[in-house]
């Protein structure tokens, strides 16, 4: 039997009052992303907008089992055009955040990039993978950036992505994140380039979090593993968030924690003026669900400091 695992965004009090947000639901048109978009309307997290193609949805709708909902409809049939009106409503702030249903990563992200107002002002987009697993597995939520967006950062735009996923830390009441910075090995060696910009986003972010790094992973997560290697930090077996050298190695540790029975995966693009929920279109339905409860989540965090400040 497998362990249960540990709390997910559904199970977690919530940081403050969450009503339903308003969201923008590109092509919800696989059961899946159906079933997980009305889960996140009946716990409330959520009042969808749905924007895709209504022949297909409701034909989808009629064999799903689920009563008809009362939601609003915008009959967009293009996937590129889809998405252009959930970025455009964003923005615009009709809306607080963007699910993505069954339609392209690049295709969402391009239409998003389209409609921002300047980089300047809205700072740079990445993505966090948080990983609920099994406790005998992983004794508390994993996050690892970026497995989706970014493919080969600098050492700055590095810096830009672990701020960006200690930001979302904070937000879920972390407020001291411990960080990891993987490399291969625990020593700065000038021919492995990963190992030298590891110790240089560790010395820029040791502000705001606990942070190790350069750092493999068996040490981030194993203090067996950190002992044996004589490695003394409150980070070693104990990683809050993982942060990757390239998009090759986060999506490979996210891969490989699906495999595991009982693991949840929730992804978020975070850096902008809202929250877009970013699912695997393979993703089952708890996972593309905590998708969006972490999504809600993080907007409400965003919603109250802003009102704060």
């Known amino acids: 039997m497998t362990a249960s695992s540990g709390p997910t965004p559904l199970q977690d009090p919530p940081p403050v009052d969450l009503g339903p947000a308003m ?19 009946a716990a409330g997290l959520i009042t969808p907008v749905v924007i895709g193609d209504r022949r297909r949805f409701t034909n989808l709708l009629r064999g799903s089992g689920i009563e008809p909902p009362d939601w609003v409809f915008h009959d967009v049939d293009d996937d590129a055009a889809a998405a252009d ?4 409503m964003a923005e615009a702030g009709d809306v607080g955040l963007v699910i993505k249903g069954n339609v392209k990563t690049h295709v ?15 700072g740079r987009l990445s993505h966090v993978f948080a990983i609920y697993m099994p406790e005998a597995s992983y004794h508390k939520t994993l996050y690892v950036t970026d497995g989706a967006i970014n ?6 735009l ?12 904070q937000a879920l009441g972390i407020q001291r994140p411990k960080v990891a910075v993987l490399s291969a090995a625990e020593t700065v060696n000038r021919s492995m380039p990963s190992s030298v910009e590891a110790a240089v986003v560790c010395e820029r972010i040791s502000a705001r979090a ?7 992973l068996d040490v981030a997560l194993s203090r067996d593993a950190a002992s044996i290697k004589g490695i003394e930090s409150p980070v070693a077996g104990a990683a809050d968030l993982v942060v990757c050298p390239n998009i090759e190695s986060a999506n490979g540790i996210v891969k490989m924690a ?19 929920v970013l699912p695997s279109r393979g993703d089952s339905k708890q996972s593309q669900l905590a998708s969006c409860a972490l999504g809600r989540k993080y907007l409400a965090w965003s919603q109250y400091v802003a009102r704060c400040s």
């Open 23 to 41: 969201a923008a639901v590109v092509q919800p048109l696989s059961a899946t992303s159906l079933h997980a978009v009305h889960g996140a309307y």
């Open 85 to 88: 009106r959930a970025a455009a």
């Open 108 to 122: 969402l992200m391009r239409a998003v990039l389209r409609n921002r107002c300047s980089s300047e002002e809205s």
């Open 151 to 156: 493919v080969a950062p600098s050492p700055d």
């Open 158 to 169: 590095m810096e830009v992505i672990a701020n960006n996923a200690i930001d979302l830390l």
């Open 210 to 216: 606990d942070t190790l790094g350069p750092v493999a």
């Open 258 to 276: 699906a495999r595991q029975p009982g693991t949840t995966i929730a992804g978020l693009v975070v850096g902008g003026s809202y929250p877009i």
